[in-house]
């Protein structure tokens, strides 16, 4: 990848819409527990999108973070998937989902601790082995402080990234709402996590929901509602920052509006990049390309 890219979630809902836009859309992300079990006929028709438009595949439901090991019969579904399909990438969560039997069935945050960084390294590490390549994993949105935490978000970050040699795939709206709901500055998370790792980025909208008690409002990533302004601010700070190729990619998983306001979305992503890129120099003086090659290598 040699520049900026903007892309978009493939969503069957949204399929006419994204092929009359493909001038507009360099790459879309296809969710690749959708595909799973799907018969050899709709592999054939994902296989060949991915031959017209880069796709990148979104996993999850794996629980890479997770206490236990991942389930390699999981993996197994996953490598064929991605044999059939040949994306250019795929991807996972900093999260947890199962435990002791037990299904959630919903991404949730880890104690953020030595051991769930040696976990998840050693679970990215099977991935690798079983898939052939090692995910990009993505940080989550949580409501609640995951307890018997020793660490930080980002050094816990960060300790994955150094532990496993995966890359990021940095969820802004994830960060955005985590910095609302907990009171930190999403620049400091920017400033303590390797940027030079990132992958891909995640843009979205959310909602605001009330505490049960009624004394507390908390902001919910819940991909139903358009992209808000401090998100392309993000966008254009992590831009301004960060040397390599940058894709972003909008999720939208309900409560579709027209494409056009969609589309709307790219183009202020696009906008956001470039406004980043033209910060750049003057502010955030150019990585060594050879930090972000470096960073890179060895993975599989």
């Known amino acids: 990848m040699t520049r900026d890219r903007v892309g ?3 969503r069957p809902e949204l399929a006419a819409g994204i092929f009359d836009a493909l001038d507009r859309i360099d790459v879309l992300e296809v969710l690749a527990d959708d595909y799973l079990g799907a018969g050899r006929r709709a592999r054939r028709a994902l296989n060949t999108m991915a031959r017209q438009v880069p796709v990148q595949l979104h996993s999850i439901a794996l629980g890479m973070a997770g206490a236990e090991a991942v389930d390699p019969r999981r993996l197994d579904r996953l490598a ?13 969560h900093l999260a ?30 099977k991935a690798a082995d079983i898939v052939g390549t090692m995910p990009a994993m993505e940080n989550i949105a949580t409501l609640i402080e995951p307890p018997c935490s020793t660490l930080g978000e980002p050094a816990w970050i960060a300790g994955i990234l150094a532990a496993s040699g995966c890359g990021l795939l940095l969820d802004v709206h994830n960060l955005h709402a985590n910095a609302t709901n907990f009171g930190f500055d999403p620049l400091d998370f ?10 891909c980025i ?32 993000l966008v254009a700070e992590i831009a301004a920052r960060a040397a390599q190729p940058l894709t972003v990619v909008l999720e939208r998983d309900g409560a579709y509006p027209p494409m056009p306001v969609l589309l709307a979305q790219l183009d202020r992503a696009r906008a956001a990049l470039a406004i980043g890129r033209r910060r750049r120099p003057a502010e955030h003086p150019r990585a060594d390309a050879d930090d972000h ?8």
């Open 293 to 300: 090659a470096g960073s890179h290598a060895g993975r599989r």
């Open 190 to 199: 920017l400033a303590r996590i390797p940027l030079a790792r990132i992958d």
């Open 202 to 233: 995640h843009i979205a909208g959310g909602s605001w929901i009330t505490a049960p008690s009624g004394d507390k409002r908390y902001l919910l990533d819940d991909h139903l509602h358009d992209v808000e302004q401090p998100i392309y601010d």
């Open 80 to 92: 064929r998937l991605v044999n059939d399909v040949e994306p250019e990438a795929w991807s996972e």
């Open 8 to 10: 978009i979630g493939w």
């Open 96 to 125: 947890f989902m199962r435990a002791g039997g037990i299904e959630i069935g919903h991404l949730a945050a880890p104690p953020r601790t030595e051991a769930s960084i040696e976990g998840a390294a050693r679970n990215l590490r």
